[in-house]
């Protein structure tokens, strides 16, 4: 397991680059075929593990990541949060995802969490929901401007043991996000917010 964690901080810190953006700006990533073999060799599956690319105007600003947790429609708590700032290259690798780990000796089943920010990583584990749930992944479509200090949401894990299927929907506004929340019986999202190195701003 760290081994797999490694491989993947590897890869997202070589996923660097440079950017002549003005204002804080985040993507969705489509790794290339190299990238995928590379990550081929961690023991996460792709289809569970989702990338985004955060383009800085000035590499010392600072870039904070939460997966927060929702059950039938309320926001129940803040599971986690990443932050990191003073980064080598204005283009930075974030990524999301979670897979069923065994823990204690393979005597009990866990789901893993885990967040990685251009190779510093956080992770954690909740109990796995009953057999039977319906699960699925929702994420930004395209590129978006991050105003300073706001927070957004890229991505949402998706479970419902009380439906044959979800009802994900579009992250693209608002509205979409407060219906995806209200419909769905566990949502985590996924949500980054940058906060300017200059105070002053």
């Known amino acids: 397991m760290k081994k797999g ?12 680059g440079c950017t002549n953006h003005t204002h804080p700006f985040v993507k969705p990533y489509k790794l290339t075929k190299q990238e995928a073999q ?5 023991p996460i599956q792709q289809g569970n593990i989702y990338i985004y690319e955060a383009t800085l105007p000035n590499k010392q600003d600072e870039i904070r990541t939460t997966i927060e947790y929702y059950k039938d ?4 708590k803040e599971i986690g949060g990443l932050s990191s700032s003073h980064f080598e290259k204005e283009k930075i690798k974030l990524s999301f995802g979670q897979q069923i780990f065994q823990y204690e000796n393979g005597t009990r ?6 967040m990685n ?6 992770k ?6 009953p057999e039977g749930n319906v699960s699925t992944y929702t994420s930004i479509r395209e ?26 929907t579009s992250l693209e506004d608002d509205r979409s996000i407060q219906r995806l929340i209200k419909e769905n019986e566990h949502v985590y999202t996924y949500c980054i917010e940058v906060k300017n190195s200059d105070v002053t701003k």
């Open 5 to 16: 964690f490694f491989l993947l901080s590897i890869l997202l810190i070589l996923l660097g």
């Open 38 to 42: 590379i990550l081929n060799l961690t």
């Open 73 to 76: 429609g309320a926001k129940v």
């Open 109 to 114: 089943e866990v789901q893993q969490w885990f």
């Open 117 to 122: 920010i251009s190779g510093g990583s956080y």
């Open 124 to 129: 954690f584990f909740e109990d796995i929901f």
């Open 143 to 168: 590129g978006k401007t991050i105003k300073y200090n706001e927070k957004i949401i890229l991505g949402a894990w998706i479970f419902n043991t009380n439906k044959i299927e979800g009802s994900a």
